[in-house]
């Protein structure tokens, strides 16, 4: 599970990360971004159910797309 400023700065840029989340995470549909948008955790677990990758290692990578504060 996100810990809540990752999901808050991925809910403020979420159009900003979108592309970079395409590219990285290609097995992702239209309608799982959308979901995600506005559930950051569930966007972690259809990412891992798509992929096999595990929760945690799928919230790492996602933390490497977020701009630094």
């Known amino acids: ?31 799982d971004l959308q979901a995600g948008r506005d559930d950051p955790d569930q966007l972690v677990k259809t990412i891992s ?3 096999g990758v595990p929760s945690m290692a799928i919230e790492q990578q996602i933390k490497t797309l977020l701009p630094s504060s």
């Open 1 to 31: 599970m996100l810990d809540e400023q990752t999901k808050q700065q991925l809910t403020a840029k979420f159009d900003e990360l979108k592309p970079q989340l395409q590219q990285h995470f290609s097995d992702l549909t239209e309608d």
């Open 49 to 51: 159910d798509k992929s």
